[in-house]
């Protein structure tokens, strides 16, 4: 056993807050989920506009008193999301059965790597959700469920992940009666399409292209700057959100969400980070 002492710890700026050191750090981690929430509101600031006012309302400014934050993660994480309380699933009305059961769903999470992330920008995160419309809560079983993880593990988790070319164009698939609804940012119509066959393919699906659109923005470089200018706010320089960034993102882990389970299954996990995946690397 050595003797040698620790290092001592770094000694903190002379003009360290603690108070704007957690708000930074909150602030960033907190303005991601909402971003990702309200992904469909193009203007933040337009109040007449619901879902605009209430994107504006949950995002936490620079300038905030430690009230305004709390009130505002209150409004997302309570109000909105219901942390901390009973989950609550809401669900198309189509995606009902008979017995009035939810859908097991699946989600695939997505994230860009690591060395790709400018310093100081949260990294770029994405998921797409869909719905197993020939399974109920009774029929679903445990071999069912590695079914779709070992098809997930094959179609999405060669290498470092499937890539999602993601950027400021939207691609949607909305074919409601096989369990899609997906609204994804790409870079081009292919990348759009490619996601899109990726997905259907877990359950041997094949894309009927009459469900899906893609829509280009005629002047998106002024829509959504590479690189969005600082604005003042009272008096101060702040970062302007990015919206809408071109990069790449990749395929990370899967969940599959059944009526009754307090907490999803992670179905295959390329993190590390869930100890009781059915699959992972």
């Known amino acids: 056993m050595s003797d040698t002492p620790p290092p001592a710890p770094l000694a903190l700026p002379a003009d360290f807050s603690p108070w704007e050191h957690l708000q930074d750090t909150l602030r960033l981690a907190h303005n991601q989920q909402v971003q990702t929430e309200f992904i469909d509101v193009e203007v933040d600031n337009d109040l007449k506009a619901p879902r605009s006012s209430l994107k504006l309302a949950c995002l936490i400014q620079d300038n905030d008193s ?27 009305i189509s995606t009902v059965n008979e017995g009035l059961r939810y859908k097991p769903q699946i989600h695939l999470q997505f994230r860009e790597n690591a060395r790709d992330i400018r310093d100081g920008v949260t990294p770029v995160e994405s998921q797409i959700k869909f719905r197993l419309m020939t399974e109920t809560t009774a ?22 992940g499937l890539a999602w070319a993601r950027g400021k164009d939207m691609f949607t698939y909305a074919d409601q009666v096989r369990g899609y609804n997906m609204q994804l940012l790409v870079q081009n119509e292919a990348a759009g399409r490619l996601i899109v066959e990726k997905v259907l393919s877990i359950q041997d699906h094949t894309p009927d292209w009459k469900f899906a659109n893609y829509k280009k923005n005629l002047e998106a470089t002024d829509a959504y700057p590479t690189s969005p200018p600082n604005k003042t706010i009272l008096g101060k320089s ?21 009526e009754g389970l307090p907490k999803p299954v992670v179905l295959y996990d390329k993190t590390q980070h869930y100890k009781k995946s059915l699959l992972h690397d």
């Open 238 to 258: 702040v970062r302007a959100f990015h919206l809408r960034p071109v990069t790449t993102i990749r395929f990370r882990t899967a969940f599959l969400h059944v």
């Open 139 to 160: 029929t679903l079983s445990q071999a069912d469920s590695l079914k779709y993880a070992n098809k997930i593990k094959t179609i999405f988790g060669s290498g470092n």
């Open 66 to 92: 430690a009230m305004m934050v709390v009130i505002r993660l209150i409004l997302y994480h309570v109000v909105i999301k219901g942390f901390g309380l009973p989950e609550v699933y809401s669900v198309p």
